[in-house]
């Protein structure tokens, strides 16, 4: 079986070489950079799998590396390593192009995890055998595979989790989604920083769906959510 290919840029060096040989250690490759200068060329030269970014760098921050990375290789995961939690910061980091965001400080257990969920999300969106070209919501069509959501002559761009979030819904439209089946399906498990993260996604959903009045995002206090017309 091929190894697992990760872009890791930490500058702290200490950290590094403890997930560096932890990474390495189950089974996966790892190329370590201490900023980001060059890791669009790393990215060209060593092909990886997957990049895990620390945004507090030296030079460029990790949102300025990922959304250089995210540009060239748009289906690229990157997953952001940072000890700032609050939204703001968790909205810069998937405006920069992030599929996942783990705080600091983080067991290697969750790390990997999180990395090889990345990776079977890819692989499945890339290996199905049928997949829905699209999928009508209200006045609004959604394009999972070409993660676009079209509304009019007008088409917005949706971020690797904005697609998964809505297409979950979309699929169970007019049913309840359960909040915990969504965190553990998208984020691998329910903790509360992951529960924030879920609020931040259902916000940008409801603001991208607002042109359409029949077309709601309902929350079902204690419960989860439901999409209805669809």
């Not at 370590?32 to 890791?39: E, N, Q, V, Y």
Request: glycine content about 6%; overall charge negative; proline content about 5%.
């Amino acid at each position: 079986m091929p190894e697992i290919k990760v872009l890791y840029v930490e500058d702290e060096p200490f950290l590094a070489k403890i997930v560096r040989e932890s990474l390495e250690s189950r089974g996966l490759e790892v190329r370590h950079l201490p900023d980001g200068r060059g890791a669009v060329q790393v990215c060209e030269q060593f092909a990886p799998d997957i990049c895990v970014l620390d945004v507090m760098l030296p030079f460029d921050d990790g949102f300025t590396v990922g959304k250089a990375i995210r540009t060239r290789f748009p289906q690229l995961p990157i997953i952001f390593l940072t000890a700032k939690d609050q939204t703001e910061d968790v909205l810069a980091g998937f405006a920069a192009g992030g599929n996942d965001y783990v705080r600091k400080p983080f067991s290697m257990e969750e790390l990997i995890a999180r990395i090889h969920n990345l990776l079977r999300l890819r692989a499945g969106e890339k290996n199905a055998a049928v997949a829905v070209e699209v999928l009508p919501l209200g006045r609004f069509r959604f394009f999972p595979l070409r993660q676009e959501l079209q509304f009019g002559d007008q088409t917005r761009r949706l971020s690797h989790r904005e697609t998964q979030l809505l297409d979950m819904l979309c699929q169970n439209a007019g049913q309840p989604v359960l909040r915990k089946d969504i965190l553990d399906a998208l984020w691998g498990n329910d903790s509360i920083f992951n529960s924030r993260n879920l609020d931040v996604y259902i916000t940008r959903l409801r603001e991208y769906l607002r042109d359409d009045e029949q077309v709601e995002i309902i929350t079902l206090k204690g419960v989860g959510y439901r999409l209805v017309g669809a």
